[in-house]
């Protein structure tokens, strides 16, 4: 019910779903997905992508435009579970969490991101199973940035589920070269490396650390070099305290380190993207107490990235407005210093997943 009512107060919504369907919709007219952009927004997933989308473009739009949200809306609900929620909470915690600026961006625009999180929290967390690997490679074959958390299960020296995500993820990149050759080996020859296609990263969207790098050099040389270097640090930080949450039976909190890994790295993270902010401000809650949690929804209730001078280029010429402008990357700064401050004590080495012990897995 909050998701139609949301879609009734924001008409005009949901151009990503647009997107969406006409890169589908090309697929079925035997035409290429990535030759002909929808108004000034092109496809830029992966061509698995395209064919799991052609339901979307089968039916009719309006009935597309509620398909889509409604399961996002389900996945709000699975997400809420896998973070702990007691079931008796979550008809009214996920409906509320539709204040969250990613949540409702994302239904407004008709994104994915509620559906990818829902794939990795259900896949990852939880207890161990021999199918464990499957969802995040196909949540990876649909969108790259998930590939982060094959990273995750090498660290925590996960090798079944490492190997059985590869593999997902390998046939999610075969089965389109093969049904669509072209476009099979277009996407990662020349559109993957094409970064116009989406758009300046400087755009106040895009909170990234590339977006602030960005925002702050604009095209200039050192831009990239300096995103690469940053970049590479706080991956490397965040899967080492993944790996200390871990080994601490805590799931929840080393697959939220690396989905803010993701977040952080990727060069482009618009603001929808960051509905890992569920997961993680759970994280803070159970780890740093109620008032940084609260701290920390506050920041994605206000998104303060929307009150700033923005678009036509007027990023480039802020001052002041750096602060708010990039919130969500320095809120993410402090939940990696306040959660690391809370998670470093000496720990048994760990050969295997199986060396956590049963009584700290079974918490996750």
């Known amino acids: 019910m909050v998701t139609l009512v949301h879609l009734a107060a924001r008409p005009g919504g949901?151009?990503?779903?647009?997107?969406?369907?006409?890169?589908?919709?090309?697929?079925?007219?035997?035409?290429?997905?990535?030759?002909?952009?929808?108004?000034?927004?092109?496809?830029?997933?992966?061509?698995?992508?395209?064919?799991?989308?052609?339901?979307?473009?089968?039916?009719?739009?309006?009935?597309?435009?509620?398909?889509?949200?409604?399961?996002?809306?389900?996945?709000?609900?699975?997400?809420?579970?896998?973070?702990?929620?007691?079931?008796?909470?979550?008809?009214?915690?996920?409906?509320?969490?539709?204040?969250?600026?990613?949540v409702w961006m994302t239904q407004h625009f008709g994104q994915v991101n509620l559906l990818l999180l829902a794939l990795v929290l259900a896949d990852l967390v939880g207890p161990t199973s021999r199918w464990r690997g499957v969802l995040t490679g196909i949540a990876a074959g649909l969108k790259l940035t998930p590939l982060v958390f094959l990273g995750y299960l090498v660290v925590t020296r996960q090798w079944r589920a490492a190997g059985v995500m590869a593999a997902v993820f390998a046939a999610t990149v075969m089965v389109p070269i093969v049904l669509l050759p072209g476009d099979g080996l277009r996407f990662?020859?020349?559109?993957?490396?094409?970064?116009?296609?989406?758009?300046?990263?400087?755009?106040?969207?895009?909170?990234?650390?590339?977006?602030?790098?960005?925002?702050?050099?604009?095209d200039a040389a050192w831009v990239r070099p300096a995103w690469f270097v940053l970049a590479s640090v706080l991956v490397l930080l965040l899967l080492w305290l993944a790996r200390l949450l871990f080994l601490r039976g805590d799931t929840l909190g080393a697959v939220s380190a690396t989905g803010l890994a993701s977040l952080l790295a990727s060069p482009v993270s618009w603001s929808h993207h960051w509905v890992w902010c569920i997961p993680l401000g759970v994280v803070l809650l159970r780890r740093a107490g109620l008032l940084p949690a609260l701290l920390w929804a506050a920041l994605f209730v206000a998104a303060p990235h929307l009150w700033v001078p923005r678009g036509h280029d007027s990023e480039l010429g802020w001052t002041w407005a750096h602060l708010p402008g990039d919130a969500y990357v320095w809120g993410a700064l402090a939940w990696l210093a306040v959660v690391g401050r809370t998670s470093w004590r000496p720990v048994a080495r760990a050969t295997s997943a199986h060396d956590v012990p049963e009584r700290l897995a079974s918490r996750a």
Not at 15 to 21: E, I, K, P, T
Not at 36 to 64: E, K
Not at 199 to 204: E, L, P, Y
């Open 14 to 102: 949901q151009l990503d779903l647009s997107v969406y369907r006409a890169g589908s919709q090309r697929l079925l007219d035997g035409a290429s997905v990535y030759a002909q952009p929808y108004g000034d927004l092109p496809f830029t997933y992966p061509p698995f992508a395209a064919l799991v989308m052609v339901p979307l473009a089968v039916l009719p739009a309006t009935l597309a435009e509620l398909v889509l949200p409604l399961l996002s809306a389900l996945a709000l609900v699975v997400v809420w579970h896998r973070c702990g929620l007691a079931t008796r909470w979550l008809l009214l915690v996920a409906p509320a969490s539709a204040v969250l600026e990613p």
């Open 188 to 218: 990662w020859t020349s559109v993957l490396p094409d970064a116009e296609r989406i758009g300046a990263s400087w755009f106040a969207g895009n909170q990234s650390v590339m977006g602030v790098l960005a925002r702050l050099g604009g």
